[in-house]
């Protein structure tokens, strides 16, 4: 036995021989759609309180909810002022990015 045997064989991933070849997921239209809505989702969700950091598309995706929201008149009056400060943040983030004078 050489002292070369006593060390323990290192495996790294340039190692083609012990590499397990993955096949790529492949989703069809519709899967890719709903992970995109449920993305959207997310980052509409996640943006709240950050308003000033989020993209111009979920920015414009929480307004449509909220102004949505407002038309519909069918929840309570704490929610609605809520879903109105909702609105105001993210119009206060969209009319500062942009520099729009109003």
């Known amino acids: 036995m050489s002292a070369g045997d006593s ?13 397990v070849a993955v096949a790529p997921v492949v989703l069809t239209a519709a899967e ?12 509409a969700i996640e943006a709240i309180g ?3 950091a989020a993209s111009r598309v979920t920015l414009l ?28 943040r993210v119009l206060n983030a969209i009319v500062t990015r942009y520099g729009i004078e109003l």
């Open 61 to 88: 995706t929480m307004l449509g909810h909220d102004l949505a929201a407002l038309e519909a008149r069918t929840a309570p009056e704490h929610m609605m002022r809520a879903t109105r400060n909702s609105a105001k």
């Open 7 to 19: 060390q323990p064989k290192t495996v790294t991933r340039d190692d083609a021989r012990d590499a």
């Open 50 to 52: 950050h308003e000033n």
């Open 32 to 43: 890719r759609q709903r992970a995109y809505r449920r993305r959207r989702r997310r980052a």
